[in-house]
């Protein structure tokens, strides 16, 4: 993302933060009125700088220290449907402890938006980054994306604000980044004025579906087989229509904010004339960059596809990217044990997104980086002269311990 240095007027400054104090800027840009907290780290940060905040008069919002990790999700939940525009986060088994709060805010159509500091499950204990605590949302109904450095945090925080509360979708968003990586990791962030960001982002309005004595509505009564498929059916709507929606969003902050994300969905590093590409989310995506452009200035023909946003999953852009494509190899930051083919998570959803393309590329995946250890440069050429190799096998765990 480049942002044209001759247009600066819709940027109150640019100062180096961590992901998390991106994330807590766009929270105070937005003007929260209700964001509840409960500390696990890695994601702890964000509520630290949106506390400052407030101490320091710069915030005016309520400001709700949960017992834990349901009734914080509760909280956001319940805020959200009586017309105040909320905010939550967690990491790993934090964000396990939510899951039936974050169901039930899925299934009721509630425009929380929430960050996913990525954490390792327990046990072992870990602080490092996997994916699989965000991934555990991916069928509820949330829409989820992932950010990669801090502006692209601080961006995708006010874009899933714009998305989620858009009446053609009313959806909650997680936006997820790596933690450590890119959780407390600096980096240079341009900051939006309030008034810009006023521009991009309408007032929070839940319509004729808000909670309150004056509108009296039914709230997750219970329907039994008489109309949860119907529900169900609204719902799934909703999702597909959050495409249309996402589109628009990033035209829109791409107009205002004079930013250049060229799809909103993906991000592309030498694919489109490649014959081999791995396919990633999160920090990885630095690494992986690096590693393409270093290879091509030696004359190999390879690419890097970065998925933003999972959900909705972006099935026709990468169909489009891969469609010359001969060789794909994902990077995974997550597992599923007893899987097909013993594969990850994520590969199962690019081989069904391959699976009607007219082209098909063989496919393989690489488990990496689990529990936060680091995945590097000499990590992703091997990825990367492995997917190019027909004899590589279709499943492999890179940077074990011999």
Known sequence: MVVKQEEKSVFDREELMTGTDAVAEAVKLVDVDVFAAYPIR???????????????????????????????????????????????????????????????TATDRLPLVALVGNRALDDPGAFGVEHNDALLVRDLGWLLC???????????????????????????AAV??????????????????????????????????????????????????????????????????????ITSAYEEYNSIFHSEYENPFIEETNVEDADTVLVGMGSAAVVARSVANEMRKEGKKVGFLKIRWYRPYPTEEIRKAL???????????NFAMGAPDDGAITMHDLQSALYDSKNHPRVVDFIAGLGGREISKKEVRKMFEMTADKKSPKISWIGLRE
Not at 42 to 69: C, S, W
Not at 74 to 80: D, L
Not at 88 to 101: D, K, Q, T
Not at 147 to 172: C, F, G, N, W
């Open 323 to 333: 469609s010359n494509v001969s060789n794909v190899g994902i990077i995974e930051r």
């Open 146 to 172: 992932w950010a990669s450095t801090a502006q692209e945090a601080l961006d995708t925080t006010l874009i899933a604000y714009r998305v989620a509360e858009d009446p053609k979708v009313r959806m909650p």
């Open 176 to 245: 997820a980044m790596d933690g450590g990586y890119l959780t407390h990791s600096q980096h240079m962030v341009r900051v939006p004025t309030k008034e810009a960001v006023r521009d991009f982002l309408p007032t929070y309005d839940l319509g004729n579906r808000r909670m309150h004595p004056d509108n009296p509505v039914s709230i997750a009564p219970q329907v039994n087989e008489d109309w949860v498929m119907e529900l169900r059916k609204q719902n799934y709507e909703a999702a597909k229509r959050s495409r249309k929606v």
């Open 42 to 104: 890695p994601y702890t940060g964000v509520m630290d700088r949106l506390a400052r905040f407030i101490a320091n008069g710069d915030l005016d919002a309520e400001y709700i220290v949960a017992d834990g990790e349901h009734s914080q999700f509760e909280i956001g939940k319940h805020a959200s449907s009586v017309g105040a525009r909320a905010f939550v986060g967690s990491s790993g088994v934090g964000w396990l402890y939510a899951m039936e709060s974050i169901g039930v």
